[in-house]
């Protein structure tokens, strides 16, 4: 496999219910992750491995989950990010053996550390290209940055508020000087003349104060404008008639104003000046009250007619304005044209095809996007009714699993399905006693297996040639644990010759299993490919097989799964971490293969049967609980369960009959009850009865 994405994070938002979060990418190890929870305070909390999350899905390309010990808050963020070690564990030596997947995964292990590296420069400050002179931050803010010193530093938000801060302290201070200003301005009035503009003069420098200092944390500059009016009001050294006695008459930063005659038509009552070592520096210019009322009679009534903007003619007439209270545009003779339509604008669809005569074509409801057809009215929901009345369903399903599928001990399950469904309903059963997961998924092609033939070549038509390795490993040996074996035809159940069709190197091929000895690790398996077509070719190590099933289109076939419980080894319920990240991957695998096909599917809890580790407690009990738990959130469509809630492991243990003593003591254990086993792992009859039964429930409420 290659690293076929560039995804190496994902992030999600808690809804305080969810406790499992997918990650897209493939990992090495548990250690490979970075888990990080952001709370609503924006604080960041590094989770733990084991103690804050447990992963699933290591070594998967196609990515994993983790499991969180309780649900994220509503509202809390959590990011999985991929975070490799920085080292290099293959050891490639000179005539060692090794096969190319060492390369790769060492490969893969470069890439992922390559993508970490570009994943931070991503989040760093850059320069986006370098036709830009400046850095861009994307949008985000820039935290835990000193304040300014040098000019070309950037400033932070407390700096600039401390610097607001002075000019509007002096602002609120020149608005309450300037109010005394009033009385002085009044004198001042009563010897050159026009009162009412002297005050109205002291009283807009007021005004344009205060309205600074409530201003001043938005526009500094407009409050120190306002200031330095105020007290250009306030200590004006007097009136005069020119700058020449002004200037005569004061000195070194006095201010002082002269006054326009009115004859002179400017408008202009007086011009502020301020002495500045004996030169007039201008300060400002105050009209007249009668130029202000000139000024008012110019402009247009609009101004006042309750609309921010628009068009209007020289002489007023309205082009077209636009309405404060609702934006809507009024046209000159046409008016509030808009509202010729009211019954289109209220009728709770986005659009559609509508006649003159409001005769409706089709519309799009806005609650749902439905269409409604004119005379036709929501045909969606006249088929989705049928569907109802009528569901389309399958009429043959397709059972994978282990021995408990196969009907070891009883009447299988899939066979006692089946006539539950009655009529001319038929499955065939796949199950094969023994098998693990994997083996399951691969006879599917849900998974892939890849096969290596003696002398690397494939003979012609009808010859045959041994198979050395099927996924980099021997295809004869047992591999050290259950949950690895990847000899898709191989049981410990029984020495029953088996074949598989399928395609090689472009060629149509039959392996076939034969095996001899004990039903045990030590018995003697032998895998041969047969070539049923063609003249010859070569085929290189480690090349794909894909199976014929994988090939056809069952999209109306049922799949009904039901697989896991032989994956488990003996050992310490650590050891047994492994096996449940393969018997999640595996099933993964074979639900995301149904499903590519669109087809019905059907997934069986695991059972706890009469092993002492299976017990109430016992270290396989608690992960055969934890896959179930997984399974049943992950699919709920899926995940079978009665009319009652229970799933089948929980259905079986509820069927214990208490008149039988060994009954009462399983139901303490939490197993599967004796009356309802043929012997310690399978199910009597009756047993698989009751698989049926919570099969067939769960299938006739999803509509199958």
């Known amino acids: ?287 007249s009250e009668g130029f202000v009322r000139d000024l008012e009679s110019r402009i247009p009534k609009i101004q006042r007619s309750g609309y921010w903007g628009g068009i209007t003619a020289a002489d007023g007439t309205l082009g077209v304005a636009f309405r404060e209270s609702d934006n809507r545009p009024i046209f000159g003779n046409g008016g509030d044209i808009l509202s010729i339509f009211p019954q289109h604008l209220r009728t709770g669809y986005w659009g559609g095809i509508v006649a003159k005569n409001d005769m409706v074509g089709v519309v799009f409801r806005e609650s749902d996007n439905r269409p409604l057809f004119g005379n036709g009215g929501d045909v969606v929901g006249r088929i989705e009714k049928l569907e109802q009345i009528n569901p389309i369903s399958a009429s043959i399903a397709h059972a994978f699993g282990n021995s408990k599928t196969a009907g070891t001990g009883g009447t299988p399950y899939p066979t006692q399905l089946a006539g539950l469904i009655g009529g001319d309903f038929s499955v065939v059963n796949y199950g094969i006693g023994g098998q693990r997961s994997g083996q399951i998924a691969m006879r599917m092609g849900a998974i892939p297996t890849f096969i290596t033939v003696s002398g690397d070549a494939i003979p012609a038509a009808s010859g045959t040639v041994s198979i050395t390795q099927i996924n980099g490993v021997s295809a004869t040996a047992a591999p050290a644990y259950p949950s690895q074996d990847v000899r898709l035809l191989s049981t410990n159940a029984d020495n029953v010759t088996r074949t598989i069709d399928g395609w090689l190197c472009g060629v149509k091929c039959r392996i076939t299993r034969t095996a001899s000895g004990d039903n045990n690790n030590t018995k003697t398996e032998v895998y041969t490919l047969t070539a049923l077509e063609g003249t010859g070719v070569r085929c290189l190590p480690g090349s794909l097989f894909v199976p014929d099933y994988a090939l056809q289109d069952y999209s109306g076939v049922e799949m009904w799964i039901d697989a896991g419980i032989n994956d488990f080894r003996s050992g310490t319920d650590a050891d047994l971490t492994d096996d449940v990240e393969a018997i999640r991957a595996n099933v993964d695998a074979m639900v995301d293969f149904a499903e590519r096909s669109g087809r019905n599917i059907i997934l069986l809890s695991l059972t706890a049967d009469n092993y002492s580790t299976e017990f109430l407690g016992g270290i396989r009990y608690t992960r055969i609980l934890e896959l179930n738990n997984h399974w049943s959130q992950k699919y709920p469509n899926y995940y079978a369960r009665g009319n009652d809630g229970l799933d089948l492991r929980e259905t079986l243990v509820a069927n214990y009959n208490p008149a039988i003593a060994q009954d009462v003591i399983d139901y303490g254990h939490d197993i599967t009850p004796s009356s309802l086993r043929s012997d310690d792992r399978h199910p009597n009859t009756v047993g698989y009865g009751i698989y049926a039964s919570v099969a067939y429930e769960f299938r006739q409420r999803r509509g199958y």
């Open 1 to 287: 496999m290659t690293v076929a994405t560039e995804v190496d994070h994902k992030e999600y938002t808690g809804n305080g219910a969810t406790v499992l979060f997918p990650f897209p990418f493939r990992i090495f190890s548990g250690s490979d992750l970075l888990v990080q929870v952001l709370d609503l305070d924006e604080n960041v909390t590094t989770l733990t491995l084991g103690s804050g999350y447990t992963v699933q899905g290591v070594g998967v390309y196609t990515g994993g989950s983790i499991t969180l010990p309780a649900p994220l808050a509503t509202g809390w963020k959590i990011s999985i990010l991929r975070n490799a070690s920085a080292t290099q564990e293959t050891s490639i030596r000179n005539q060692g053996g090794f096969f190319p997947e060492i390369h790769e995964d060492a490969f893969d292990k470069l890439t992922m550390l390559v993508q970490e590296a570009l994943g931070i420069g991503r989040r760093s400050l850059r320069q986006e290209t370098y036709l830009l002179p400046y850095y861009d931050a994307n949008n985000q803010f820039i935290r835990h940055l000193k304040d300014p010193e040098k000019d070309s530093d950037a400033a932070t938000k407390g700096w600039v508020d401390l610097q607001y801060s002075v000019p509007t302290s002096e602002a609120k201070q020149a608005a309450a000087e300037a109010k005394e200003a009033r009385d002085e301005s009044r004198e001042i009035a009563d010897k050159f003349g026009d009162v009412d503009g002297a005050i109205s003069a002291a009283e807009a420098a007021r005004d344009a104060a205060q309205s600074s200092a409530s201003s001043a944390g938005v526009d500094a500059d407009r409050a120190e404008a306002a200031a330095e009016s105020a007290e250009a009001v306030i200590d004006v050294k007097g009136t005069y008639p020119d700058i020449a006695q002004g200037l005569a008459d004061t000195v070194d930063g006095d201010y002082f104003r002269v006054i326009v005659p009115a004859t002179a038509g400017t408008g202009i009552l007086f011009i502020w000046y301020r002495n500045v070592a004996g030169s007039a520096v201008y300060i400002n210019t105050e009209i």
